[in-house]
Nanobody, 129 residues
Framework: QVQLVESGGGSVQAGGSLRLSCEAS????????MAWFRQVPGKEREGVAC????????YYADPVKGRFTISQDNFENVLFLDMNSLKPEDTAVYYC??????????????????????WGQGTQVTVSS
């Protein structure tokens, strides 16, 4: 089991930037992939970005490509999401997730919630126009 705690959410105007962090603890050695998802009320949770925990492969949802960057600090067991050029439609609760198994094929399966066993509690991001 991996425990995940997100931080860094808040309110920002359109065009601004935020950095989300997710601290992982517990059995982090068994982590294969970590990802960020987001959810707005009344809608399903959607994948934002994913990274192979022990490598450099990254995957992004089309709406955030070129604006968001996912990265990790394996030594400190922290996952990051740098969000730039934020838009009102980026407003959502952002969740950190960890998968303790391989995802095949990762390019098409990383956005599937059921691939991730461990979830954080979420952090709110609000972008005003």
């Amino acid at each position: 089991q991996v425990q995940l705690v997100e931080s860094g959410g808040g309110s920002v105007q359109a065009g601004g930037s935020l950095r989300l962090s997710c601290e992982a603890s517990g059995y982090t050695h068994g982590t294969f992939y970590m990802a960020w998802f987001r959810q707005v009320p009344g809608k399903e949770r959607e994948g934002v970005a994913c990274i192979r925990w022990t490598g450099t492969n990254t995957y992004y949802a089309d709406p955030v490509k070129g604006r968001f960057t996912i990265s990790q600090d394996n030594f400190e067991n922290v996952l990051f999401l740098d969000m730039n050029s934020l838009k009102p439609e980026d407003t959502a609760v952002y969740y950190c997730a960890a998968a303790q198994h391989g995802i095949f094929p990762p390019a098409s399966r990383w956005e599937t919630e059921s691939e991730f066993e461990n979830w954080g509690q979420g952090t709110q991001v609000t972008v005003s126009s």
